[in-house]
């Protein structure tokens, strides 16, 4: 099984994307699944990753592809689930069978899903986390400064990534609303497939 992270920008974003959906699909049953992330085109921000042509440009191009993930931070916009969802009916008509391109918005940003994973420090409470609309300034840089990665491919997303993939359990507990999600919504595709 062919596996496509599709991420809003692909130079930071594949070093917590690519771990933490590796483990969802051995949760799943699918632990030998090739997941890659979409290197070519860079859709350089969240414009272009939802905007259909650029996103029919990926599923033309990569037809070995069998499941697409679309993975952006939701950003505080609650309408960005809206948008998501026109993209995954267009895809539906342009895949056909055996196929699937699945959106899901990272609550607020792809970084918490690497802070999910991790032993926080006492005094921050995970709600303030999860509610903050720029979670990457406020809490991801000063905990990957703090543990010393900042100057790591991905500045701290590689170590943090990973460790949150090792930590998967704490991740879909933290992340309902996105991680679990996601692999509710995996599951249920590969049950109907």
């Known amino acids: ?30 632990p030998n699944a090739n997941v890659r992330v979409c290197l070519d085109p860079l859709m350089g921000g969240i414009s272009q990753a939802t905007k259909w042509e650029r996103i029919q440009e990926v599923l033309s191009r990569y037809r070995m ?58 005094d921050w409470k995970w709600a303030a986390i999860r ?21 790591e491919p991905g500045e701290g997303r590689t170590t943090l990534g990973r460790e949150a993939a090792a930590n998967y359990n704490r991740v879909r507990s933290r992340c309902k609303e996105d991680i679990e999600e996601l692999e509710s919504r995996l599951k249920r595709w590969f049950g109907e497939s």
């Open 65 to 122: 592809v069998h499941v697409f993930l679309l993975l952006v931070d939701r950003d505080g916009k609650p309408g960005r689930r809206e948008s998501l969802n026109n993209i995954e009916r267009q895809a539906t008509t342009e895949l056909g069978d055996g196929k699937t391109l699945i959106a899901e918005n990272a609550w607020q940003e792809i970084e918490v899903w690497a802070l999910a994973g991790q032993e926080l420090p006492p």
């Open 131 to 151: 509610a903050e609309v720029h979670p990457k300034e406020v809490y991801f840089d000063p905990f990957a400064k703090g543990r010393g990665l900042t100057a």
């Open 1 to 30: 099984m062919n596996v496509l992270i599709i991420p809003e920008d692909f130079r930071k974003d594949q070093y917590v994307v690519a771990p933490i959906v590796r483990r969802m699909f051995a949760e799943v049953g699918k």
